[in-house]
């Protein structure tokens, strides 16, 4: 069959790689993360878009289109650009933002947290509780739907609580909470 005549879907997944929102659950994120969700917003549709379209005008006015190399690669990164838009601004509709540094000098674990712990092994670990959009495992950030998260949210200094892992229960002791000063 002819390659013209074949439909490329737009019902692919918006983003691959990001978890999606618990079902009735809500999209919450710091105010740090949801102003880099809005600059990427407004940097691919005012910045990343107009150049490609560009290209992609230039590359159509050349002629045959079927064997343009520039063409073809243009059309398929807007569509990856416009996908972009759409789940950024999807996302950005339902975030719901929390600032944690409302919480600065409490005890006990709430979104936003940064989280000193320690395992039975004796393990000490530290990790900030965010937004499923903004958390990156990299830097010991975890989502609030995470299972640890799950597990320390409302535990307060010096709780032990249950974390279920797949190879059984751990009790696990919470060291430190500490949160954000709030900027002035």
């Known amino acids: 069959m002819s390659k013209a005549f074949t439909r490329e879907s737009d019902a692919e997944e918006d983003e691959v790689?990001?978890?999606p929102l618990p079902a009735g659950g809500k999209n919450?994120?710091?105010?740090?993360?949801?102003a880099a969700l809005r600059a990427e917003l407004f940097d691919l549709i005012d910045n990343e878009r107009p150049k490609v379209v560009d290209i992609v005008h230039w590359a159509a006015s050349n002629g045959d289109r079927s064997e343009n190399g520039d063409y073809i690669y243009g059309?398929?990164?807007?569509?990856e650009i416009?996908?972009?838009?759409?789940?950024?601004?999807?996302?950005?509709?339902?975030?719901?933002?929390?600032d944690p540094s409302v919480h600065f000098g409490k005890d006990q674990v709430f979104f936003g947290a940064t989280v000193t712990y320690v395992e039975e092994?004796?393990?000490?670990r530290t990790v900030t509780i965010?937004?499923?959009d903004e958390a990156d495992s990299l830097k010991g950030e975890v989502t609030w739907i995470s299972p640890i998260a799950?597990?320390?949210?409302?535990?307060?200094?010096g709780d032990v609580v249950k974390l279920v892992?797949?190879?059984?229960?751990?009790?696990?002791?919470v060291l430190s909470v500490h949160y954000p000063q709030a900027l002035q």
């Open 17 to 19: 790689g990001l978890p």
């Open 75 to 79: 059309k398929k990164r807007l569509r």
């Open 28 to 34: 919450y994120i710091t105010p740090k993360g949801y």
């Open 165 to 173: 892992t797949p190879v059984g229960v751990q009790d696990i002791e």
């Open 121 to 124: 092994a004796g393990d000490e």
């Open 150 to 157: 799950r597990a320390l949210l409302k535990a307060r200094e």
């Open 130 to 132: 965010l937004g499923i």
């Open 82 to 98: 416009d996908r972009r838009i759409r789940f950024l601004t999807k996302r950005l509709e339902i975030a719901e933002v929390t």
